[in-house]
Structures are given as C-alpha cells and as structure tokens.
C-alpha cells in the first residue's frame, strides 16, 4: 500500500471514531454544540494537514486545501454565535459544506486528468456528500442533543464516504 493511500485510510478511520464519538456524546448529557462543533472541524482540519505534509510528495493539494478550508470555518464559527441559533449552525455548516464539495470536486479532477478511474468513485462521493450535508444542514432545527447528533451522524458517514477511497484504491492496487 503506498504511502498516500495509507494516510488516507488513517485519516478516514480517524474521522470515523470521530463521528461515533459525537454521535455518544448526547448520552452522557454534553451538549455544548459550539464547543463540540470546533472541536470537530479542529480535528478534521488537522487531520487533512497531517495527510498532506505526510504525503508531500505525491503533489495531491486537496489535503492543504481542507485544511484551510477548516480554518476558515473556525475563523467563522468563532464569530458568530452558533449556540443561541440553530440558523446560524446550519449557515456555518453549509459554508463549509460548499467549501469541502469544491475540494472534492478538484480532487475528482485532478484524477480524471491522470486518467486514474478513482475519479468516478470520487464524484459519487461527492454527490453523497452533498447530498448528506444538505439534510443534515435541513435537520439542525431541535434542541442541542439532536443537533449534536445530526453533526455526529453527518460526520460519521463523511468518515465512511472518505473510507471508501482508500479501500478502493488498494482492492485496485492489489489486483
């Protein structure tokens, strides 16, 4: 397994521990949906610059620019209140959503042009993700334990979309 795929299959795993973590967290009656929304985007930021100073060599920016991208989104949720009003949670989320989406959308891009069949996979992620983004941005509308729960479960399953990747690549790989 090559150096790249691997980070990518760590980082995948990582963001899926993550999401079954805020998924229990409602259980043990934490529900500071400001604190545990930074902390998320924190990690998933830090996470994609781990991957991509690991991985300098294989040329692949989409890690450098979700990090950023989660920079910017802690820039925003630090601004603005996200607590009082589930309207401002759900602006912030989908800004980030439309961020990450435009990521994506490069990344597919960029293995189309080397002709790597990943792309497909790549843009059926996306559109999943998208769309997944879209509902849980719809659903942030209740008291905080649920919101803590649409971001866990919307978190969960970005992990499993990005997992997706990595093991196809290595299936491919292997073959």
Known sequence: MERRTLMELIVSICLVIIGIITVILPIFDFSNVKLIFIVIIALYGLLHFIKYFMTLKSKDYSSLYTGIASIFELALVCFIDISDSPWNLAVSLFIWIILISLIKLKESDYYNDRKNKLWKL??????????????????????????????????????????????????????
């Open 122 to 175: 790549n843009i059926i992620n996306l559109i999943l993700f998208i769309i997944v983004g879209i509902l849980a941005t719809i659903n942030l509308y209740c008291t905080n334990d649920v919101q803590i729960l649409v971001l866990g479960f919307f978190f969960l399953i970005n992990g499993i979309l990005e997992l997706m990747d990595p093991l196809v690549a290595y299936l491919i790989e292997k073959k």
